[in-house]
């Protein structure tokens, strides 16, 4: 029999990305979202066949799963800073709600759960790159706390089960991770920038484009998950992302080059509050632990992304 694994977010970025994978790999994935920053045509493929199966549901509410259960990739949450500016209500109970109902969901079926977290629990950091000691730099009333509390609150929740329950847990702290299946409309710098060169618009660099991340194409996030999951029972939290580091206004430019039909010029904005002014993983203990490396280069993810989202334009 196959092994059989929830998914929250299932609709979203990642998670539809992590059903492929978990598909692929023979399990039984049961596909739960509440569709409000997700969308079915991530899933569209899937649809139909065997092994697969999709729930509407608000995982802040009791889930109930017949039968067997055993693992769950909790990755529910609206992620994007527009989108839990939007959503600062919902982001704080699918942090908080949901992510007990997934704990306790776990611990009732004897399931692993790997947890969703983030480089935001380092909020504005002050030490450089982030190791997963460094505990965080989070404004909690700041406009940004939202988020970054839910994920805090996330990861003592985590650990309050493992440690009162012997629940097997994987916790992830996921940098900024790019691809396909990212909303065109999310208001993340990748797909502003990707969709403004393609528009011919001017793209959008906050403040003066000198704050730095670092980005992780999808399909090198999904392998270090799956091995996190699967290949050990470590239950502290991982860092997963590319340690590549640019400044948004190298990125701007990278973009632009990569389309060179565009017309676009660069124009500034202010930058929004508690914007974090550096951001970069310290990926030794992923190295370490899972022998995982990120193997796709930003050009090569960037023209990826920019056919996608290239169809995507020309389609609506
Ligand atoms: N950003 C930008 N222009 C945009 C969107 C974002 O300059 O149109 C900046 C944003 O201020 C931040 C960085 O790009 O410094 C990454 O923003 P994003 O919303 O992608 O995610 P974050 O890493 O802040 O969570």
């Known amino acids: 029999m196959p092994k059989r694994v929830l998914i929250t977010g299932a609709a979203g970025f990642i998670g539809s990305h992590l059903c492929d994978r978990f598909w692929e790999e023979g399990f039984d994935v049961l596909a739960l979202d509440n569709l409000c920053t997700g969308n079915l045509d991530n899933l569209a493929h899937l649809f139909g066949r065997p092994r697969f199966t999709f729930l509407h549901h608000d995982i802040t509410n009791f889930i109930h799963v017949p039968g067997e259960l055993h693992y769950i990739l909790h990755f529910a949450s609206p992620a994007s800073p527009a989108d839990y500016l939007r959503m600062p209500i919902q982001t704080l109970k699918v942090g908080a709600l949901g992510t007990h109902k997934c704990l306790g969901l776990a611990r009732a079926k004897g399931a692993t759960i790997l947890l969703a977290s983030t480089s935001e629990v380092y909020g504005d950091p002050l030490e450089h790159p982030q190791k997963e ?40 702290r996921i940098f900024n991770t790019y691809g396909p299946r990212m909303r065109l409309d999310d208001g993340r710098v990748l797909p502003n920038f990707i969709g403004q060169a393609l528009r011919n618009e001017p793209l959008t660099v906050y403040g003066d484009g000198s704050q730095t991340r670092s980005f992780c194409y999808v399909s090198d996030l999904v392998e270090g998950i799956f091995r996190l999951l699967l290949y050990t029972d470590y239950p502290y939290p991982v860092n997963l992302g590319n340690p590549e580091e640019v400044s948004i206004l190298d990125f701007a430019k990278e973009i632009l080059a990569l389309v060179p039909e565009s017309r676009s010029t660069i124009v500034f904005h202010p930058l ?45």
Do not use: C
Request: charged content about 30%; overall charge positive; aromatic content about 10%.
């Open 133 to 172: 000691t460094y505990w965080g730099n989070v404004n909690p009333i700041g406009v940004r706390g939202v988020y970054d509390e839910a994920k805090r609150f996330l990861e003592a929740m985590a650990m309050a089960y493992h440690r009162t329950h012997g629940l097997s847990i994987r916790i992830v």
């Open 272 to 316: 929004p509050e508690d914007d974090p002014k550096v951001r970069r993983p310290d990926i030794t203990l992923a190295r370490e632990l899972l022998g995982w490396e990120p193997q796709v280069p930003r050009q090569e993810g960037l023209r990826r992304s920019i056919a996608y989202f290239r169809e995507k334009i020309a389609v609506a």
